[in-house]
């Protein structure tokens, strides 16, 4: 991108016409905000469990005594030897946020179906902290379409509220994530990324909202200052790595 270069006063001018736009994006944003508070709930009665630092677990018990849950499905499925390095770097800003919203009524954790061992061993390597559960031989992450069979792959998976075409050869950048997690392209993308929010009311828990793909741009901190960058995100292929990797020779 070729950039003029301008006084300070037309700089000023170009930046304030700019100003009213982010501030009615941020006007806009609050709105839809409200609207996802505002979605009705689904009662869910199915009892699920899970694998935690402490033993088994119910759905209930992931609040920690709260009554709201903020669920990250992260991509690490039971063949992977790794987590995704995509989930990996927007749970990065995971731990520092835990204690907030602890303190605001709000549980933060995550689930992935890799056996807790993995999960544990994986999250001492990160030095992460916060709540991650073992949905291991749940229906869990199927029932929130983070994750698909193969039979279901070949067929046309449904992910982010639409039916996606019958499996196609991996892209580049597929390949390169499925290695970097150490597992083949195809079981790789059998995993998928999403989050989803609880509440728990009267003993019972309902399930408030779900978002997945593009609606996780959100969460990635890293993405949030690149946007903010003089040369924006900047990408081609796959140029993140998990945070102990760089400068690796």
Request: hydrophobic share 35%; charged share 30%.
């Amino acid at each position: 991108m070729q950039h003029k270069v301008v006084s300070r006063e037309e700089w000023l001018d170009a930046r304030l016409k700019l100003l009213e736009e982010e501030k009615d994006l941020t006007r806009r944003s609050d709105k839809l905000a409200q609207r996802r508070q505002e979605l009705p709930w689904v009662r869910i009665d199915k009892q699920y469990r899970f694998e935690i630092d402490e033993g088994s677990a119910s759905l209930p018990d992931l609040f920690q005594g709260r009554s709201q849950l903020l669920i990250y499905h992260f991509m690490f499925g039971p063949d992977y030897t790794a987590g995704c390095p995509s989930c990996s770097a927007i749970a990065d800003g995971f731990d520092r946020s835990v204690v907030h919203l602890a303190n605001h009524d709000v549980t933060l954790g995550a689930v992935s179906r890799a056996p807790m061992a993995k999960l544990q061993a994986y999250k001492k390597r990160m030095g992460w902290t916060f709540p991650w559960a073992s949905s291991f031989g749940s229906d869990f992450n199927a029932d929130f379409s983070v994750t698909f069979t193969e039979k279901q792959q070949r067929e046309g998976i449904e992910y982010n509220y639409v039916r996606e075409p019958k499996l196609e050869p991996a892209t580049p950048d597929e390949i390169a994530f499925a290695a970097m997690s150490g597992t083949g392209a195809d079981e790789y993308a059998r995993e998928r990324p999403g989050m989803s929010a609880f509440v728990l009311e009267d003993g019972v828990v309902y399930h408030a909202y779900s978002a997945y793909a593009r609606g996780l741009d959100g969460l990635w901190g890293m993405y949030q200052w690149l946007d903010r960058a003089p040369r924006g995100r900047n990408e081609d292929g796959v140029w993140w790595r998990r945070h102990d990797e760089y400068n690796r020779t």
